[in-house]
T-cell receptor, first 107, second 117 residues
Framework: EIVLTQSPATLSLSPGERATLSCRASQSVGTYLAWYQQKPGQAPRLLIY???NRATGIPARFSGSGSGTGFTLTISSLEPEDFAVYYCQQRSNWPRTFGQGTKVEVK | EVQLVESGGGLVQPGGSLRLSCAASGLTFGNYAMTWVRQARGKGLEWVSTISGNGDQTFYADSVKGRFTISRDNSKNTMSLQMNRLRADDTAIYYC???????????WGQGTSVPVA
C-alpha cells in the first residue's frame, strides 16, 4: 500500500498569504496525484488532478506541482473561503489511498 | 449537471447488514467507474471500493474485503454497496464518487451516515 504523508498537519495563515502544502508518497505514484478540499459538513471537492491540472471551476490561485514521491499544492493568495482541510490522493496503485489531511486555518 | 445522491444509511447493530445506494444523473453512467469513500467522524478519507464502468472489475480495501460487495445497474444509473457483518469501526459517512479507476474522484455525493452500534 502506498502511504501518503501530508505536512504540515495544520497551517495557520492570514487571508492574502501564500499557502504551501506538501504530500510525500512512500513510493512513486508518477503524476497520478490529486488534491481535494473539504469544508466542515461538506463532501470533498476535487481541486487538482494528475499533479497539476485544475478541475473544472477551480480558481487559478490553486496550483499543483511535483512528480514521483513529492508533491505540492500552492494557494497563491488565500481567500476567506479557502480555509478548509486539504487531502492528497493517489491513483497509481490499488488500494487507492489518501493522505491524512492538512488543515488550513485562520491565523 | 452531474449529481450523485446516496441513500440507505442508518443505525445498524454490529454483525448486521445494510445496503447503500447511489443514484446518478446528468451523465452517461455506464461510461464511468464509480467509487465509495468513507469518513469516520473527525477523521480523514478512506477509500472503500471501486467498480468499473461496465461492472466487470471491482476493487476493495482490505478492511472491507469479504464483507462488502459493490455493484451497479447501468440501466437504472445506480450503484450499490452491500455491507455485511458490520463492525463498530465501519461507522462513518459513506460518499459515492464518480471515477476512481483511471480518473480522479471528480464528483461526490453529499454522503449518507452509517452508525454501527
Amino acid at each position: 500500500e502506498i502511504v501518503l504523508t501530508q505536512s504540515p498537519a495544520t497551517l495557520s495563515l492570514s487571508p492574502g498569504e501564500r499557502a504551501t502544502l506538501s504530500c510525500r508518497a512512500s513510493q512513486s505514484v508518477g503524476t497520478y496525484l490529486a488534491w481535494y478540499q473539504q469544508k466542515p459538513g461538506q463532501a470533498p471537492r476535487l481541486l487538482i488532478y494528475d499533479t497539476s491540472n485544475r478541475a473544472t471551476g477551480i480558481p487559478a490561485r490553486f496550483s499543483g506541482s511535483g512528480s514521483g514521491t513529492g508533491f505540492t499544492l500552492t494557494i497563491s493568495s488565500l481567500e476567506p473561503e479557502d480555509f478548509a482541510v486539504y487531502y492528497c490522493q493517489q491513483r497509481s496503485n490499488w488500494p487507492r489511498t489518501f493522505g491524512q489531511g492538512t488543515k488550513v486555518e485562520v491565523k | 449537471e452531474v449529481q450523485l445522491v446516496e441513500s440507505g444509511g442508518g443505525l445498524v447493530q454490529p454483525g448486521g447488514s445494510l445496503r447503500l445506494s447511489c443514484a446518478a444523473s446528468g451523465l452517461t453512467f455506464g461510461n464511468y467507474a464509480m467509487t465509495w469513500v468513507r469518513q469516520a467522524r473527525g477523521k480523514g478519507l478512506e477509500w472503500v471500493s471501486t467498480i468499473s464502468g461496465n461492472g466487470d472489475q471491482t476493487f476493495y480495501a482490505d478492511s472491507v474485503k469479504g464483507r462488502f460487495t459493490i455493484s451497479r445497474d447501468n440501466s437504472k444509473n445506480t450503484m450499490s454497496l452491500q455491507m455485511n457483518r458490520l463492525r463498530a469501526d465501519d461507522t462513518a459517512i459513506y460518499y459515492c464518487a464518480k471515477g476512481g479507476h483511471m480518473s480522479p474522484f471528480d464528483i461526490w455525493g453529499q454522503g449518507t451516515s452509517v452508525p454501527v452500534a
